[in-house]
Every structure is written in C-alpha cells, then in structure tokens.
C-alpha cells in the first residue's frame, strides 16, 4: 500500500476518534456547559450597587460628577462595576449560584437629570459601547471567560424598547459606537404619519406618553413614562437593535432578559428571537408587567407561548407578596396561581420566579419578619420555573426610606450598597441547599406540579418528573402547628427526612401505602425527596423552544445513554432525523434539520431522543420556522358591513399557510394576535413572518380565546420580502 494511502488511512482514524471524543461525554452540551437553563439559580444584579472592584473608574473624565463616594445620594453612581462581580465569583459560586443576570451596560447619558443619573442602566445611548463607570470590552469578555471557570453563566439585560428620556438631560440622544445618529428632537423633524400603524414615526414614536394602559396601540407605540421610544418598524432601528447582541454573543453569554417586552410589538421580539438563535442557544426571557385578572395577561400568556421567549412571573410574585409579606391572600390563592400558570403556560418550567428586584419594594421593607422571606425563598426555589435571588437577599439587605411615590423601600431604596458577604445566614444556607437540589433531582428543574394539600395556612405540592419526585411543605402560621393526615404522594413508601435538615424546622416523614401524616411546626418548610434511575430516555427541557433549519438546540434529561442514538423531529405522520453534534447521558445537542413541517393548525412539532438500543423518549415540543424571520405588517381596510364587523370585546386575528402564521388554525390562542385598531374600521398586525417565501392567508374574527369565524371569499396571498419590513394592505372580503 503507498505510503500516502496509509497516510490518510491514519488521519482520517484520527479525526473519526477525535468526532467520536467531542460527541460523546458525560456532562452539560458545549452550549450550556453549567447545566440547562431550567437547572439553573440566576442571582440578579445591579452592577452599580454590587461591588466596586475598580476605583480608577468611579469618576471617570466621559461623565465626571455623577458618581457620589458617600452612597448618600441614592440616583447617583456608587462605583459598582464588572470588576467587582468578577472579584465576587467565587462567593456567587459558593452560594450555588448558576447564573448571574447583570443590569445593563450599554453606555449610558453622560448627564443628569433632575438630579438621577444611569446608573442603573436604562437610560442607554450608544448599544455598541460598554458604560464608562462599569468597564471596558476586554474586561466584559474576561467577565464571561472568568464566570464560566466557577460553572457560571452571564446574562445581559437587553433594552429593545427605548432610549433615554425624551425631554431632558441627553433628550433621547443615540450613537452607533460613538457616532451621533440622533435625538429625540431631531428626530421629531423626519416623523411621519405611518398610514398603516397610524404612528408618527421615525427612529422614534412620536406620540406622547401612555394614558390608557389597557390600550394595547397606546402600551405598544407611546412612550414607556418619559423614555424616548423606538420605532422597531424602521429598518435602521430593526437592525441596530439585532446588530447590538452580536459582540455579546461573540463574548460567550448564555443568556439575554429583555426588558419592558409588553411594549414592544411581538411579532418584531420574534424576529429578534430568531436572529439570535440563529447566531447561538441562549436563554431568553422578557419583563411583562400583568396581574392574572387583567384583560392583557392573556396576552402575556400568548406571547410566551408564540414568540420563542420567556417570561419574568411576575403575576405569581404578585400573589407571593400578598401571601407572605401581607397576609392578604391565603395558601389557597397561592395553590390556585400556581394551577392557573401552570396550564396556561406552554413552557411553564422556563419561567422565572422572584421575590424582589430592582423594580419592587424588598419582602423585608413590607414585612422585616425572616420566617416569612425564609417561606418565600423556599417557595420559589421548588415551584415551577427557573428562581432568580435579587442581590442581597441572602444577606437580608434592605433599606425601609419611603420613596417619592409613597413606596416603603421603593425605587430607588430597593437598591442599596452590597455590604454583608457571609456565608452563614440561613439564606444563604438555604438557596446552596436547594440549589444543589436543583441539579441532584430532575423534578424540580423538569417535573409537574400537584397540590398534594391546601389550606388557608398549608401548602403541601409535589413535583415530579416519571419517578423522580420532590414534595415540599409549607406552614406559613407563625403561632400554631398543623397536622395533616392521610395525605396522598407519589413518594415510595419509606422513611423521608427533611432534605433541609431541620433549617426551617422541618420535619421527617414516613409514607404508607402511599399516604403521610405529619405535624408541621410554625413557619415551617420541609423538604422531602426521592430520586429515581431512569428507565428508559426522559426529556425535561429543550433550548431554545424555537428555531430554524440549522440552529443549535439543546435537549436535557436524563437515561440518553453514553452511546448516540438519533434525534428525530415529527408532526405525527412525517419524522426527520436531525444531526447529532454531541450526546451525554443527560444532554444531547443537535442542528435542526430541514425541509420540517408541522401538522395542519399547528406551529409546532415534537422531538424525541431515541436511544441507541431504540428506546424512544417522550415528546416536547419545538416551534419550528421555515426560514429567516422578517417582520411584515399586515393590515386589513373596510371590515364594515363584512363578516369581520366587531363588537365591543371581539378582535381581529391573522391565520395562514405556514407555521409562522398558525398553519390555518383559526384558534386565537395560535393565531397572530390580537390585531390592532386604531384607525376604524382597519386593523393591522405585526406577524414575524420566513423572508421571500410565497403566503397565503386569511384573517378571523373572535374574542381572546375564542375560536375564530374566518374571513369570507378567497385567501389573499404575498411574497414576503428577501429582507427589511415588509407591508401587505388588503381590503376585507
């Protein structure tokens, strides 16, 4: 044989070995080497108020005399920066945090305003430069290479909504990596009427601030209070905005909170969605501020579950605060959030759960009892979702000052100095406990959830995934102890202790026949749990929930296997078999095949991992888009004296011929919706749509949740456009 023969005989073994090593392995996927985002603990941080770990930036020459070195006046810079997050990693590693969600660094106005500076982020400028007080790139990207060494990930907060304020201080300046573009007076001089949004328009909304804030056109395209508000419409602001993540994907981030998404029209966020995920697998999830009872919460609910980003729950931290904090609800309305959410959301695992933020009054500013916040920790930390722990809850860091809007610790008081870095509260304790919890037990991060026993008092639910199971207990009385008998859980029978070990006085139990009896002590949580060896290939989560041919997804359970086997996409008639990039016994990593369509009426297929010897796994489910997504803006003329007529608490809604729009369901729970009117009798949508494809489509008429009557005559039809945003008026049938 020629020696060169022999020569590529052994390459080509070599490079076999070395596919075979980089496929198979026995941890996290390459994109989430710290665990699966719905194992994670994210500790949110204000970067301004964490830990000053580079003096030489405090008072920098870009903005000088914003920075206050006595943390005395409260809207000014206090010298927080990324040096001092990395200086705190491994205490962020220690307290079993996962992943760190920073406040923005974009580089904010270099003025103040009435006094208040950005040093709390929100007030961007430029989106491709990093905050002067805050650091530089290369510190940036040393923050992200330095976090993953202590198995944690970075998430930044993005701001796609809006500017600056609009009427002082920079007046809604805007740079591209230090070049001027604009301002919001400036840019006042080029806005025109939009005849289709009826927006007057150009970088910025220029139509005042919100008055209604059930107006779903005023909550979209008005300012958010006085913040300059971006017209998402214009092709310049659609890619400048897109364009911004790519240096922070570049540098490694596993994960991007969007800020103020309620404002922001959910047809362009999918389009964002999908320009990311097209570039790298990231968590994504969004700030939607809703109350269950309010009209727009089924609208949250369908954001969630059509657009491919999670959601802040802010709904059940609602219910949370008034259950713990104060007393105005009972354990059976916290029984009845967590049914409702639960059933409503989709992907209910991928939500976020808080106590306290940047936004809301700290839990020991409306209620300085630690039995209690002890309660709320504990609850979030097991309920459904991902927990995020606010800075300094560990420490029990709070300030009580009454704000200017009568808010006990309220903005900008929920936001002190870092100054407490012990290990040895029983906060601390408790999140290290139930994070490791979190990764041990596949329940917690992947289970459902059964109320096992409700009272006004008790809170008895189980989490479970096949057998895996973690029931937890919660005794909010302060004074009395209940004892509960005869309860019902899915624990084998056997003698249980408290996983906490006695840290919140809970207790052990013994299972019989599958029931329990226990006498829960005050304020007390317990914690029991059982973990099983799978049985055969068990899904839990899959990252991200929505993609296109040849993105990067990510599945996690557990009983894969060492050996591949196949991942195969399905509608319930067709099956495609994706390519396999990396596979471990509980993550496997694959590319998302092509030429994939879902069933009629649907926008979703189902993956299963199918194991070597040929167990197939349960199914979860994937949005799948069939191409590159743009954003089109339809809009239907003259619906008087046609099937499309409304009545006051009926809507609009855009169904069609690709997954994209529904594939032709006409429930309003799939279809794009609901459409704006503010120009009757026309109504108009932003749908995230595959770029120069050929469509079809029609338009229904229903209230939210209804099923829609269809529109009369023929389908209409368009070819989207290769790129930009696209606009189709059709005239109602």
Avoid at 696 to 704: D, G, I, N, V
Wanted: charged share 15%; proline share 6%; net charge negative.
């Amino acid at each position: 044989m020629p020696k060169k023969v022999v020569a590529f005989l052994a390459l080509g073994l070599l490079i076999s070995s070395l596919w075979s090593f980089s496929m198979v392995s026995a941890g996290s996927s390459p994109a989430y080497p710290n665990g699966d985002p719905q194992t994670w603990v994210i500790y949110q941080i204000v970067l301004d108020r964490f830990y000053d770990g580079n003096l030489s930036n405090d008072n920098p020459p870009q903005s000088p005399g914003l920075y206050d070195p006595t943390h005395q006046n409260w809207k000014m810079y206090w010298g927080g920066d990324i040096q001092g997050v990395i200086d705190k990693l491994p205490y962020l590693h220690e307290l079993g945090v996962n992943a760190i969600w920073i406040s923005p660094v974009f580089d904010n106005i270099n003025v103040a305003i009435n006094g208040s500076t950005g040093y709390h982020g929100y007030w961007p400028q430029d989106f491709m430069r990093i905050e002067e007080h805050f650091g530089t790139w290369p510190l940036f990207r040393e923050l992200v290479e330095k976090a993953a060494e202590y198995n944690i990930s970075v998430i930044i907060d993005f701001v796609p909504n809006h500017s600056n304020p609009n009427d002082a201080g920079a007046y809604g300046a805007l740079y591209e990596n230090g070049t001027f573009i604009t301002n919001y007076t400036l840019d006042a001089q080029y806005a025109t009427l939009n005849p289709v949004t009826r927006s007057v328009s150009y970088i910025y909304n220029h139509n005042g601030g919100i008055t209604d804030w059930n107006d779903r056109w005023q909550v979209r395209y008005k300012n958010l209070f006085d913040l300059a508000d971006f017209n998402q419409l214009n092709p310049w602001v659609d890619s400048y905005l897109k364009n911004a993540t790519v240096p922070f994907l570049n540098a490694g981030i596993e994960g991007i909170r969007l800020d103020a998404v309620k404002h922001v029209e959910p047809g362009w966020l999918k389009t964002f969605a999908d320009y990311v995920y097209a570039r790298k697998n990231v968590f994504m999830f969004g700030e939607w501020y809703q109350g269950f009872n309010d009209e727009m919460y089924w609208d949250m609910v369908h954001f969630a579950n059509t657009t491919g980003i999670s959601l802040i729950n802010i709904p059940l931290q609602q219910v949370e605060t008034n259950v713990f904090a104060y007393n105005t609800e009972s354990m059976i309305d916290l029984a009845n959030a967590v049914t409702k959410y639960t059933h409503d959301f989709m992907w209910q695992n991928k939500l976020t759960l808080f106590i306290d933020s940047h936004d809301v009054p700290r839990f020991l500013s409306l209620n300085d009892n630690l039995v209690r916040f002890h309660e709320a920790i504990a609850f979030i930390m097991t309920a459904p979702g991902i927990p995020i722990i606010y800075y300094g809850d560990e420490q029990y860091l709070h300030n009580d000052t009454v704000n200017s809007f009568g808010q006990v610790g309220g903005d900008p008081y929920n936001r002190p100095m870092m100054n407490s870095w012990s290990n040895n509260t029983t906060a601390f304790k408790l999140i290290r406990t139930l994070s490791d919890l979190r990764h041990l037990n596949p329940a917690l991060p992947y289970g459902t959830v059964i109320n096992r026993y409700v009272s006004a008092d008790v809170y008895i639910y189980e989490r479970k995934f096949f057998d895996n199971v973690v029931l937890v207990a919660i005794n909010r009385n302060l004074t009395t102890p209940y004892y509960v008998s005869g309860v019902y859980t899915t624990l084998p029978d056997g003698y249980y202790t408290d996983y906490l070990k006695g840290l919140l006085n809970g207790v052990n139990i013994s299972v019989s026949g599958g029931y329990f009896s226990a006498e829960l002590p005050p304020g007390s949580v317990s914690v029991w749990e059982y973990r099983a060896s799978p049985t055969g290939p068990w899904v839990g989560a899959i990252d991200p929930v929505m993609g296109r041919a040849g993105n990067d997804v990510t599945v996690s359970g557990e009983g894969f296997g060492s050996v591949p086997g196949e991942v195969i996409f399905t509608n319930g008639y067709t099956n495609w078999t994706a390519n396999v990039t990396y596979w471990s016994d509980s993550s496997v990593e694959f590319t998302v095949p092509g030429g994939v369509y879902p069933a009629l009426g649907k926008s979703y297929v189902d993956v299963i991992i199918k194991r070597a010897d040929g167990v197939a796994s349960n199914p979860i489910s994937f949005e799948y888009l069939l191409g590159k997504q743009i954003p089109v803006v339809f809009e239907v003329t003259n619906t008087t004296g046609t099937v499309l007529q409304t009545v006051p608490g009926e809507f609009l809604w855009l169904t069609g011929s690709v997954p994209e729009l529904s594939y032709w369901s006409s429930e309003t729970t799939k279809a794009v919706g609901p459409m704006l009117c503010p120009d009757w009798p026309n109504w108009f949508v932003v749908a995230s749509v595959p770029a120069d494809t050929y469509i079809e489509f029609k338009f229904l008429k229903a209230p939210l949740g209804g099923t829609g009557i269809w529109e009369a005559g023929y389908n209409h039809a368009y070819v989207t456009p290769a790129k930009g945003i696209g606009y189709i008026i059709v005239s109602a049938n």
